[in-house]
Structure formats: structure tokens, C-alpha cells
């Protein structure tokens, strides 16, 4: 029974099965093929010189007394104890990678800002991607492993330049936001400090008058109200002197710490949003009269009639809108010029008359008959 139902695969799964050993490789040393079933608090370490994974048993046990190779089959590779490392991600394939860019970057450390065009900054992103290509698939590995060694030492004192750059760039960084984090905070205490003692002050005239009116005194409510009026009106004038202080201390903290941040030259611009403009149902077009200026009172008999006419002025009629009428019929032909017009036209019916004509000839010297 027991035979057949491991057999039919029924049975529980041993560490020596396929299926079950390719689960349990990343569980498994693999030069003293301890497992972590056994041994739940064992630690593996990596080694960037070939990435071959063991436990720190191992490691101690073979590497204590020095430099000694690799125990993995296949490879012959000497390594130190000293540069085994916890492995950070699960993929080993990753985990290089991360290590190679790292290390192409230290020597590729230059800004756009250090060349006259972006053509010659993107050739150096090239190259640089050119070299990690190269160092992680395999190819060339020697040749750019020598490329990248040279390249080191000829610029040696720029990257170095760079480099402090950088770290001093990281640092002012990481100091301003912790000033702004410790800025925030005080700021937060201060206005916790603020509403305490605004409540306090607030429900300190509450409780005179609850006090005043068990008591039966009326002239002691009085004064309590007018105590109480007097406490809003101090607790809006320190809400303004706050804010007013926290005003001065923010301009003279951007002050401090603008004369403390690294800038660095040759970076672009930031070029400000324009506010947005009002909408504009007639998108941007003037219907402000150019032959013209509209007034808003004409002398004329008529039209003083029809002012204190009420059967006109009863319904609500304004003779402003009479005096826009009549001024913009009278105006309307003045920007008219019939003879340019006129000209543009006759223009334009003899070009299409000359195309017609050379269509005619095209399809008449083809040496086809019209089906039509």
C-alpha cells in the first residue's frame, strides 16, 4: 500500500524528489547541505567576487585562516572573509547587477552640467551603459575591465572632485531636512502649547460665570462676560503675533539655509507656470471699435424726447443700446475696400480657369476617350 501510494506521487514529498529539491535549494547550503529545517537560525552569506551562496558556518570554517577558493564546484576563485556580505535581494542575477552599475557609476560620475552639449553627455551615458552591458552579459570582460581601470586613473582627480561633490551635495541634503523635521516639530509642540493654554483661558471665564450665577451675584455675571470678551479678543491678538513670528522664523531659516546648500552650475532653469487667465468666451478677439469711440450721451432733439419718453423708457429700453446700433451701421462699410476684393477674385477665377484648361489638355492628350 505504501509503496504504490508513493508511487502514484500520494505520499508525502521527500528533500530528495525534483520537484521538491528545486523548492528547497534556497533553503539548502550547498557545500554543507545543511538546511534551515534543522537549523531554522541559519544565515547565508554571498560574495561579490563570484556570487556563490553558503552559510556562515561555512564560511568561518574555511575562510577564517585566509584567502582560500572557492568550495563551490567549478569554480576556482580565490575569496576573502571580509568581503562575504548578506545577500539583499532574492534574485542572485539582481543582486550583481545592483553591484556592477554601482561600481561603473563610481568611476562614470560626471554631470551633464560638465559638458558643453547634450549630444556628449548622452555619448557618455553610452558608454557607460556599454561597459555594465558588457560586465554583466560577459562580453569582452578582460578588454573592459582594462577600459574602465584606465579610465579610473587617467581621471582620478575629477572623480574624486565628483565624489566629494556628491557626498557633500547628500549631506547638506540630509541636514536641511533634518532642520526642517526638527523646525516642524517645534512648530507642532508650539501650537499644541497654544491651544492648551487658549482652552484653559477660554473655559477659565466659563467657569466664573457658572460659579457667579450659582452664587446669585449679577454684577460678578457682568464682569465675567465682559472678562470673557476681553480673553477672545487677547487670544486673536496672540494668533496673530504668533503667526506673525512664525513668518520671521521661516524667512530667516530659508535664509540660514540657503547660504549652507551646495548649488550646483549649469543646471536648467525652472521656468514658472503663468497664472491662468480669466475665461474669455471669444477667445482673445477685441470687439472694441477702431473708426469710433462710443459716448455715453448724445445731444439731439429726438433723443431728449425719448429720454423722458415713458412709453420708450417704461419698458426698460436703454438709448445706450440705440447709440451702439446706429454707430456700428453707420462705421460698418469703412473697412470694405471693394476693389481689392473685387481684384482678389477675378485673380482667383483665372487661375481656376488655367487649371481647368491644363486638366482638358492632360486628359485629351492621354489617348483615351471620354466614356461619357
Not at 469711440?293 to 423708457?313: C, F, G, K, M, N
Not at 473697412?335 to 487649371?355: L, R, T, Y
Request: charged fraction near 30%.
Amino acid at each position: 500500500m505504501s509503496r504504490n501510494a508513493h508511487a502514484d506521487g500520494a505520499g508525502p514529498r521527500r528533500p530528495g524528489d525534483k520537484e521538491g529539491e528545486s523548492a528547497l535549494s534556497a533553503y539548502i547550503c550547498p557545500v554543507c547541505k545543511s538546511t534551515r529545517y534543522l537549523n531554522p537560525e541559519m544565515r547565508f552569506l554571498v560574495n561579490p567576487e563570484c556570487y556563490h551562496k553558503m552559510c556562515v558556518s561555512c564560511v568561518d570554517r574555511i575562510f577564517s585562516q585566509g584567502p582560500a577558493p572557492c568550495p563551490i564546484a567549478g569554480c576556482a576563485r580565490t575569496l576573502r572573509k571580509q568581503r562575504f556580505r548578506q545577500q539583499t535581494f532574492e534574485d542572485l542575477k539582481i543582486e550583481r547587477e545592483v553591484d556592477v552599475r554601482r561600481r561603473v557609476s563610481k568611476a562614470f560620475n560626471r554631470q551633464e552640467s560638465d559638458f558643453e552639449t547634450l549630444l556628449a553627455y548622452n555619448n557618455y551615458l553610452e558608454d557607460m551603459e556599454v561597459t555594465t552591458f558588457n560586465l554583466l552579459q560577459g562580453v569582452d570582460v578582460a578588454a573592459t575591465e582594462r577600459k574602465l581601470a584606465a579610465y579610473a586613473a587617467q581621471n582620478a582627480s575629477s572623480i574624486s572632485q565628483n565624489n566629494a561633490i556628491a557626498t557633500e551635495q547628500r549631506n547638506s541634503q540630509n541636514a536641511q531636512t533634518a532642520a526642517q523635521k526638527e523646525q516642524a516639530r517645534l512648530n507642532r509642540a508650539g501650537a499644541t502649547r497654544a491651544d492648551i493654554a487658549s482652552m484653559a483661558e477660554q473655559e477659565e471665564p466659563q467657569k466664573e460665570a457658572i460659579n457667579a450665577v450659582a452664587n446669585g451675584k449679577d454684577d460678578e455675571v457682568q464682569k465675567v462676560v465682559l472678562k470673557r470678551s476681553t480673553a477672545r479678543r487677547t487670544a486673536a491678538e496672540k494668533a496673530r503675533d504668533k503667526q506673525r513670528q512664525q513668518q520671521q522664523q521661516q524667512q530667516h531659516y530659508s535664509e540660514d539655509t540657503d547660504s549652507d546648500v551646495y548649488k550646483i552650475e549649469g543646471l536648467k532653469p525652472i521656468v514658472q507656470a503663468l497664472p491662468e487667465k480669466p475665461y474669455d468666451p471669444f477667445g482673445g478677439i477685441s470687439y472694441t471699435p477702431s473708426y469710433y469711440t462710443l459716448q455715453s450721451h448724445y445731444e439731439h432733439p429726438w433723443l431728449d424726447r425719448a429720454r423722458t419718453d415713458p412709453s420708450i423708457v417704461a419698458g426698460g429700453y436703454d438709448l445706450r443700446e440705440y447709440y451702439q446700433r446706429t454707430m456700428l451701421e453707420a462705421f460698418a462699410g469703412l473697412g470694405c475696400f471693394i476693389d481689392e476684393e473685387m481684384g482678389e477674385k477675378e485673380h482667383g477665377e483665372q487661375d481656376k480657369m488655367v487649371a481647368t484648361e491644363g486638366a482638358a489638355m492632360a486628359a485629351g492628350g492621354s489617348g483615351h476617350d471620354d466614356v461619357l
